[in-house]
Every structure is written in structure tokens, then in C-alpha cells.
């Protein structure tokens, strides 16, 4: 009686584990095929990515970003060659259809089944009057459309149509602007120039600014980058001004010898250290005007400088009472020996110091300056605004 003997798995090969999945390749000579051909090479390697089942994503699938981070994306895809979804199919469509001769259009829908909302998108192929689709899906009806649709209308009814033997509504559908085949441009895609609410308006009227939306997509391309540029534009000079109000610094300042930023007027504006007259500035805007608490209010660049110069005048002054009540105390004990007093010691370089700044030299008196909570601190601390 024969007995059959069961073969202990491999070390190489794990029990439970099964081979693993085979990376996708591109056909060879892929350059080499027609137009129509090789956009059905193109979906047949889109196609042999595994799809993503799970809720998590692989990959950067953020889409306002510049066209050529979305190339890199697309790369990274082949290399790694994980799971994707319809956007990451979109992604290798943009790096691998770069060159053609095609205009590359994205379209988005948004479908309920059940009470529940989703969301698909595909990128559109056209070229020589005819339309196809490239993309990724669960249902093959809603990926791959070849290149034989005589418009843009007639090739979103075939997806609307496919939705439909699916139980699905359309609810709405979004039309970008055709893509750029520059794979190194800084522009960003138009994913949604054109939305048709499908379930407030008959399907007749969508058709119709489908195809009025396809005849003058290229030109409203054109004034789509010249919009964004200008508002690009715009809203660098907006964070310019901002800064300039906030920070009071004239856009031509340039920082002297000290570190300190030189308005275009001349002065200089003093840094501000912790428990300066300018960081309890900063903190008014939050408690508000206070009488008799000592906030200030600082609205202009000539307050900041005026706010540095009353600093230093009330240093000086400072320093000046101290000086004078320190000659009224030796005068009064008549002890001027070496300028020493009863009691206290003091250096000769300390008096020289404080008779300078009668003059209006700068106290050089670490001690003072540093339990002075009202002066200015070195020129190396950033200026709070």
C-alpha cells in the first residue's frame, strides 16, 4: 500500500505565501507602433498595476502641484510598482503619452449608489478629431475607451451609459483643460474648468457645452495660464506688501555692518530683545489698549525707529542721573581720592565710562545694560514686528 509524502516548504518560500505578483514591463519598441497602437500598449501596461482595494495610497496623489512633480509621481509608480488607483493611472498617463501627438483632457464623475458617493477619474485622448480614454478601474467599462469617438459628448455618454449598467447616477462631471506635453513645466493642471450638474439638467444641454467646452479648450488654455500667472504675480506682490507692513522694512533695505535692516529713509532699526519695548509692542495687538500698562501701539517704520531712539535717550538719561548723584555723594563726603567713597568700590575705568555718556557715547557697562529691561539688545537678535 502505497503512501503519498508531503514536501516541506522551502526556506525561499514561505507556507501560506504565494509567488509573487509579476512587475509590470513596458512592451518593446512602444516608440515605434502607431498612434492607436500604442495608446492601447500604453492602457495594456496601466492595466497590469494591480488595483488598490484599501483606503491607503502609495504614492503622492495630490494634484494641485506642478505638472512636472506629477511626472515624478508617474516615475516613481513604474519604479515601485505598487497597487493604484485612477488617479495614479492618470499620473503614467500624463508621463507616458508626453510627446504625442494628442491633446490629453482630464475628466472627473461623481456617481451615488445606494446612498453612497463616488468618485472616478480618467484622462481624455483626442487627436485628429477622434476621442479615447486611458485610465484604471475596477470596471473595464470605465478605464480604457479606444480611439474611435467622434466627440467629447459622444465618448462622456458612453461613460455615462456604462455608469448606468452599473446602478450608478452621474451626478455631476468635471472637464479640465488640455495638458501641456512639456514634462519639465512649472505649470499646474486645469482638472475642473467645466461642471455639469447631470441630475438638474437635461443630458441635451451637457452635450451641448461638452462639445462648445472640447472647440475651444486649446484657447481657453492659453488664457488660463496668463490668468494664473498674473495671479501669481499678484499675490507675490500682496505677501510683499504684507511683509513690508508688518515689518516696516523698505522692499530695497539692505542689512549694515551690525545686522541691523537700514530703512531707505537712513535710520537704523534697533533689534529687539526678550522684554524689550518692542516685543511688548507685539503682545498689545492681543490685549488691546491698556491704559498705564505700558503697551504701545506700532503702526508705522518711523514709530520703530522713534521707539529705538526714546530707548537709548532713557538709557542715557539714565545714566546721566546716576552720574550726577554719584559727583553730588563725593562732593558731600568730599572723599575724590582715587574716586573712591565710603563704603563702595569703584573703578577708574567705570568712571571714565560714565563720564563718556554725559557726552552721548554708549554705556559699555554690561552689568547696567543687561538689568536695563527697556534697552535694546545686541544687533544679532531678529526685530520682533
Request: hydrophobic share 35%; aromatic share 6%; charged share 25%.
Amino acid at each position: 500500500m502505497g503512501c503519498s509524502i508531503k514536501s516541506e516548504p522551502s526556506e525561499s518560500e514561505p507556507s501560506g505565501v504565494g509567488p509573487a505578483p509579476p512587475r509590470p514591463v513596458l512592451p518593446e519598441g512602444l516608440a515605434k507602433l502607431p498612434l492607436r497602437q500604442r495608446l492601447r500598449a500604453i492602457q495594456q501596461f496601466i492595466s497590469s498595476f494591480e488595483y488598490n482595494y484599501t483606503p491607503e495610497t502609495y504614492f503622492n496623489v495630490r494634484k494641485k502641484r506642478p505638472l512636472k512633480r506629477i511626472v515624478d509621481t508617474g516615475r516613481q509608480i513604474i519604479r515601485d510598482a505598487l497597487p493604484i488607483k485612477c488617479v495614479e493611472a492618470v499620473f503614467l498617463a500624463l508621463l507616458l503619452t508626453s510627446g504625442l501627438d494628442i491633446d490629453r483632457i482630464p475628466l472627473g464623475f461623481k456617481t451615488a449608489v445606494d446612498g453612497q458617493e463616488f468618485r472616478h477619474i480618467v484622462l481624455v485622448v483626442r487627436n485628429g478629431g477622434r476621442y479615447g480614454a486611458l485610465g484604471i478601474s475596477r470596471r473595464k467599462e470605465l478605464m480604457f475607451k479606444d480611439l474611435v469617438f467622434n466627440s467629447l459628448a459622444a465618448i462622456v455618454t458612453d461613460f455615462k451609459q456604462s455608469y448606468e449598467r452599473w446602478w450608478h447616477t452621474v451626478l455631476k462631471i468635471r472637464v479640465g483643460l488640455p495638458v501641456e506635453h512639456d514634462a519639465h513645466s512649472q505649470n499646474q493642471i486645469c482638472w475642473r474648468y467645466l461642471l455639469l450638474k447631470v441630475s438638474s439638467r437635461p443630458w441635451e444641454e451637457c452635450c451641448t457645452a461638452l462639445d462648445l467646452h472640447a472647440s475651444c479648450a486649446s484657447k481657453l488654455w492659453d488664457k488660463w495660464v496668463v490668468s494664473q500667472a498674473k495671479l501669481a504675480q499678484s499675490s507675490k506682490q500682496e505677501t510683499s506688501a504684507s511683509s513690508l507692513r508688518k515689518g516696516r522694512v523698505s522692499p530695497d533695505s539692505e542689512p549694515d555692518g551690525s545686522g541691523c535692516p537700514v530703512l531707505s529713509d537712513g535710520p537704523v532699526i534697533r533689534s529687539a530683545g526678550k522684554g524689550s519695548v518692542l516685543r511688548r509692542s507685539k503682545r498689545s495687538s492681543h490685549s488691546g489698549k491698556r491704559k498705564g500698562c505700558g503697551l504701545l501701539s506700532v503702526k508705522s517704520a518711523p514709530d520703530l525707529v522713534e521707539i529705538g531712539l526714546a530707548a537709548e535717550s532713557a538709557t542715557e538719561s539714565r545714566s546721566d542721573k546716576a552720574a550726577e548723584s554719584l559727583t553730588e555723594t563725593r562732593s558731600q563726603t568730599g572723599d575724590a581720592k582715587r574716586g573712591e567713597l565710603p563704603g563702595v568700590e569703584m573703578d577708574s575705568s567705570k568712571m571714565i565710562l560714565i563720564s563718556e555718556s554725559r557726552t552721548g557715547s554708549p554705556i559699555k557697562d554690561e552689568e547696567s545694560s543687561e538689568s536695563d529691561s527697556d534697552a535694546p539688545s545686541s544687533p544679532s537678535a531678529k526685530v520682533s514686528y
